[in-house]
């Protein structure tokens, strides 16, 4: 059992990173917003922590406090131009902003090591903590999600004319759904960063965009439980497929479009709207029957 | 509850002027009728009330207060609902979670306290689905609770959107073309509801095309064409006015 642990928990600590991405990218399309940022905040949050705790000497505490706010700052920033424009557009401006961290991270040798990136930064968060903060973040999504704002995130998603007409102010929600974003994406990525011992630009790059895309349309938008499961799947694939290692990334799209085409809401989701349908159509049923029963009286 | 009034509203889209002068009172506790021939204009004065297009001239006051040059969220805010001429449900969600969207103007939770006050905000949800039941009730729809509203029939789709609307608690509630599509049976309990909700204070526009519902129902109709109020009055009165007939049967 301890040499199962040993061998795996780098593994987990690896599926823990990616389901706090996963939420990262769940909510922001949760409400609507075809943002592809995560990975860009992660970067931030991650190269934060890295430079406070290596070069200046700061506890994890506020080194990742410090990563989270600067990933909200940026969700903001990024929202003002962004609240404004629509699907595939804000999908092209988030890849841009995306390419534009990893350019800043080459760039800046002195701060960030360049392509080389920072090694030996100490391990301060260990896997029970990750796990802690993990749990912290499912409940904070399950809470927004049962409350007016998960309601408001939901109508906008689906039809924004509707949203409009009930009050809800688009601009806003999308502002908050960056917001949100913004700060997981940096507080994990602050959190990879005190984990992996070394953190380089490829981590935050296009694959792993992709990747993070991949644990949501496997898993679903609409819950709690659907990132993690998507997320376990597409951590555990390269596990149970050694020989198909080497071809993640075309194993992944491949996997992309046969969910698009066929399950489109995900695992998960599409599990409860089947259960949801079959109700509806016994409860339907019951329902006829009682009214023949009294016709027939 | 305050009365809805349009001063001498204009919208010009390019160079064709969709509404011209139009000027229309919806009073509270009563149906007022707006009817007239296919692209007179009558969505487009739903949408320049709701504030979905802006306002090339004139105003909108519900109340004192101009309402007119308000974005489309702060008017609905304000009291303003509407039902859709082509239905807008939120297909994925329930018939419950469709109606429960509707309170949103209603709801006193925001992000903070529906994390940290996490009780509060299911108890306030818990309120909302309730209220959500009683108007399924209302409609005679109880047993679609959980149904996908995707899924339901043309009729009933149209009354989870009233029922959407109602949800609001508005002052004045904008109807476009509630009962078409159904027969006269399921168009006068609708109709009855009108009457109901007229008489609990809110103040209705309706929007038809079946003439012999409108004159049942409201007290006053206004008929548009072209963009231009050509006749207001008591629904005998519009019925015989030559100029009505001319713009619904062509004149010979």
């Given at each position: 059992?301890?040499?199962?642990?040993?061998?795996?928990?780098?593994?987990f600590d690896?599926?823990?990173?990616?389901?706090?991405f996963?939420?990262?990218?769940?909510?922001v399309?949760r409400?609507?917003?075809?943002s592809?940022a995560?990975?860009?905040?992660?970067?931030?949050?991650a190269y934060?922590?890295?430079i406070?705790v290596?070069n200046?000497g700061?506890?994890?505490?506020?080194?990742?406090?410090?990563?989270?706010?600067?990933g909200?700052?940026v969700g903001?920033?990024?929202?003002?131009p962004l609240?404004?424009?629509?699907?595939?557009?804000?999908?092209?401006a988030t890849l841009?902003f995306?390419?534009i961290v990893?350019?800043?991270v080459?760039?800046?040798?002195g701060?960030?090591?360049?392509a080389?990136g920072?090694?030996?930064?100490?391990?301060?968060?260990?896997t029970?903590?990750?796990l802690?903060?993990?749990?912290?973040?499912?409940?904070?999504?399950?809470?927004i999600?049962?409350?007016?704002?998960?309601r408001?995130?939901d109508?906008?998603?689906?039809?924004e004319t509707?949203?409009?007409?009930?009050?809800i102010s688009?601009?806003?929600?999308?502002?908050?759904?960056f917001v949100l974003?913004?700060?997981?994406?940096?507080?994990f990525?602050?959190?990879q960063?005190l984990?992996?011992?070394?953190i380089?630009p490829?981590?935050?790059?296009?694959?792993s965009?992709?990747?993070?895309l991949?644990?949501?349309?496997?898993?679903?938008?609409?819950s709690?439980?659907?990132p993690?499961?998507?997320t376990?799947?597409?951590?555990a694939?390269p596990?149970?497929?050694?020989?198909?290692a080497?071809y993640?990334?075309?194993?992944l799209g491949?996997?992309?479009v046969?969910?698009?085409?066929y399950?489109p809401?995900?695992?998960?989701d599409?599990?409860?709207?089947?259960v949801?349908?079959r109700?509806a159509?016994r409860?339907?049923?019951?329902a006829?029957?009682k009214?023949?029963?009294?016709?027939?009286a | 509850?305050?009365?809805?009034?349009?001063?001498r509203?204009s919208k010009?889209f390019?160079?064709?002027?969709a509404v011209?002068?139009?000027?229309?009172?919806?009073?509270?506790?009563?149906?007022?009728?707006?009817i007239?021939p296919?692209?007179?204009g009558?969505?487009?004065?739903?949408?320049l009330?709701t504030?979905?297009?802006?306002?090339?001239?004139?105003?909108?006051?519900?109340?004192?207060?101009?309402?007119?040059?308000a974005?489309?969220?702060?008017?609905?805010?304000s009291?303003?609902s509407?039902?859709?001429?082509?239905?807008?449900l939120l297909a994925?969600?329930?018939?419950?979670?469709n109606?429960v969207?509707?309170?949103?103007?209603?709801?006193s939770s925001s992000l903070?306290?529906?994390?940290?006050?996490f009780?509060?905000?299911?108890?306030?949800s818990?309120?909302?689905?309730e209220?959500?039941?009683?108007?399924?009730?209302?409609f005679?729809m109880?047993?679609?609770?959980?149904?996908?509203?995707?899924c339901?029939?043309?009729?009933?789709?149209?009354r989870?959107?009233?029922m959407?609307a109602?949800a609001?608690?508005p002052?004045?509630?904008?109807?476009d073309?509630?009962?078409?599509?159904?027969?006269?049976?399921e168009?006068?309990?609708?109709?009855?509801i009108?009457c109901?909700l007229?008489?609990s204070g809110?103040?209705?526009?309706?929007?038809e095309?079946?003439i012999?519902?409108v004159?049942?129902?409201?007290e006053?109709?206004?008929v548009?064409d072209?963009?231009k109020?050509i006749?207001s009055?008591?629904?005998?009165?519009?019925?015989?006015d030559?100029?009505?007939?001319a713009a619904y049967?062509?004149?010979?």
């Open positions: 059992m301890m040499d199962f642990l040993r061998d795996y928990h780098p593994l690896f599926f823990l990173l990616n389901v706090g996963a939420f990262s990218q769940q909510i399309l409400a609507g917003v075809f592809v995560t990975v860009g905040f992660a970067g931030l949050g934060c922590s890295a406070m290596k200046y700061f506890g994890e505490i506020p080194a990742l406090l410090c990563s989270m706010a600067l909200m700052v903001f920033l990024l929202s003002l609240a404004r424009v629509r699907g595939v557009y804000q999908a092209i841009a995306v390419q990893v350019a800043l080459r760039h800046f040798e701060l960030t090591g360049g080389l920072i090694d030996r930064i100490p391990r301060l968060i260990d029970w903590q990750l802690a903060i993990v749990g912290v973040v499912v409940y904070i999504i399950y809470a999600g049962k409350s007016g704002v998960g408001a995130f109508t906008v998603r689906q039809d509707v949203g409009i007409a009930l009050g688009i601009r806003r929600y999308h502002t908050l759904a974003s913004g700060a997981i994406g940096g507080l990525g602050g959190m960063a984990t992996v011992y070394v380089e490829g981590l935050y790059g296009f694959n965009m992709v990747t993070i991949t644990f949501i349309v496997v898993g679903g938008r609409g709690v439980l659907g993690i499961i998507g376990a799947v597409i951590v694939l596990e149970i497929s050694r020989p198909l080497e993640r990334q075309m194993v491949a996997l992309i046969v969910m698009i085409n399950l809401n995900g695992l998960y599409s599990l409860i709207l089947l949801r349908q109700r159509v409860l339907d049923k019951q006829k029957e009214v023949n029963a009294v016709a027939c | 509850m305050p009365s809805l009034v349009l001063d509203v010009r390019g160079g064709i002027d011209s002068n139009v000027s229309i009172e919806i009073p509270e506790s009563c149906i007022t009728g707006l007239g296919n692209g007179a009558k969505t487009t004065v739903v949408n009330i504030g979905m297009h802006n306002l090339t001239s004139g105003q909108i006051l519900l109340g004192d207060i101009d309402i007119g040059r974005p489309a969220h702060e008017t609905a805010r009291g303003v509407r039902t859709f001429q082509n239905i807008r994925e969600a329930s018939v419950l979670d109606v969207a509707g309170f949103h103007r209603l709801e903070i306290s529906g994390i940290f006050g009780a509060t905000s299911l108890r306030e818990r309120t909302f689905r209220r959500g039941r009683e108007l399924l009730a209302r005679k109880e047993r679609f609770v959980d149904h996908p509203a995707g339901l029939s043309y009729g009933h789709q149209r989870v959107e009233m959407r109602l609001m608690e002052k004045i509630l904008l109807l073309e509630p009962v078409a599509g159904m027969n006269d049976v168009a006068y309990e609708l109709g009855d009108f109901e007229a008489l809110i103040g209705l526009l309706l929007i095309h079946n012999r519902f004159t049942k129902l409201c006053h109709v206004h548009l072209a963009g109020i006749s009055g008591s629904p005998a009165h519009v019925m015989h030559p100029a009505v007939v049967l062509g004149t010979a």
